[in-house]
């Protein structure tokens, strides 16, 4: 993962193709969501890099796009649009088309062709291996309410690598939501063993009277180390 997927995962508390032919890409369809093919020029997966990445990011997604200050070639939506056509998982800039329609309160954008969650389909259509837009994915649906659909992608996020303090933290907030206490506990346990800071989830369990402390084993060394519940 590089340093700008590190950094959305902080944020969301909550391969070999770098290039895909437009005829191979174009039987990639969500007829709600449109076709990934964009002629013979893409798309990319963001997590390649490459200097055409770095184009279409100086052109489109300079610091003021990416907190939604102003548009660098029209408003925000366009340049966020453009950059998702050729860059369908593009994390930074699905964490960013998410909070404009958040500020702009509107499902679809202004200047975006599609609504929100399809820009989510879209990414996964065309690279369903990526573990940080699941992540992504799932804080959105989250706030949406899809808290079972949400829980869905997380642990899809996990079996593909994602399986951080922050991801296992949130998976144990859904499953408290959902009142699955004991699952719950469980991903406290393992956020919280590997240093996760925030007290929300374990407060909750407190409250809800369900807060246990890990059991203390010894490792192979000797060493004490808590062991969370599975």
């Not at 032919?21 to 039987?27: C, P, R, Y």
Request: glycine letters at 10%; one cysteine or more.
């Amino acid at each position: 993962m590089n340093a700008k997927s590190a950094t959305v995962c902080r944020i969301i508390l909550f391969g070999l193709g770098i290039l895909i032919s437009s005829q191979s890409v174009a039987e990639v369809v969500d007829y709600a969501c449109g076709s990934l093919a964009i002629g013979e020029d893409g798309p990319y997966d963001y997590r390649m890099g490459g200097t055409r990445l770095k184009q279409v990011e100086g052109n489109h997604l300079s610091p003021d796009v990416v907190n939604l200050v102003r548009g660098q070639t029209g408003n925000i939506g366009t340049d966020l649009e453009f950059v998702l056509r050729y860059f369908p998982n593009h994390h930074v800039a699905l964490l960013a088309m998410v909070r404009l329609g958040e500020k702009e309160k509107r499902s679809k954008p202004l200047g975006a062709r599609y609504a929100v969650e399809c820009y989510f389909k879209r990414a996964l259509l065309f690279r369903d291996d990526d573990g940080v837009v699941r992540t992504i994915y799932a804080s959105y649906l989250y706030k949406a309410g899809k808290k079972a659909e949400a829980l869905n992608q997380l642990n899809k996020a996990v079996e593909l690598g994602e399986d951080s303090p922050n991801t296992s933290y949130n998976i144990g907030l859904i499953y408290y939501d959902l009142h699955e206490y004991d699952k719950a506990l469980s991903f406290a346990h393992r956020a919280y063993g590997s240093g996760f800071p925030l007290p929300g989830l374990r407060n909750k369990l407190i409250r809800a009277g369900k807060w246990r402390e890990p059991v203390m084993r010894s490792n192979s060394g000797g060493a004490t180390v808590a062991s969370p519940e599975n």
